[in-house]
């Protein structure tokens, strides 16, 4: 997975298009990673999963060491 910057307000709540979007996979794969554990599972706000930005940069640097 690549690192990218994401141009967004670190207080932010992210839908899974956009972490799907800014890790380069498929909704669907998201929805398998965090199903399996191998990703943070997100907020759930009703119906609707958002992420912190901050959530996501520390899955990426934890994935890169």
Do not use: H
């Not at 690192?3 to 932010?12: D, G, K, L, Q, V």
């Not at 799907?20 to 119906?47: D, H, N, T």
């Not at 940069?57 to 890169?64: D, I, M």
Request: aromatic share 8%; hydrophobic share 40%; proline share 2%.
């Amino acid at each position: 997975m690549k690192t990218r910057e994401y141009n967004c307000s670190r207080e932010a709540l992210l839908t899974k298009r956009d972490v799907a979007k800014w890790l380069s996979i498929s909704v669907r794969s998201l929805e398998r990673l965090v199903a399996s554990g191998g990703f943070p599972a997100g907020i759930k706000l009703g119906r609707m999963t958002r992420w912190r930005v901050e959530t996501i940069e520390a899955y990426l640097l934890q994935q890169s060491s």
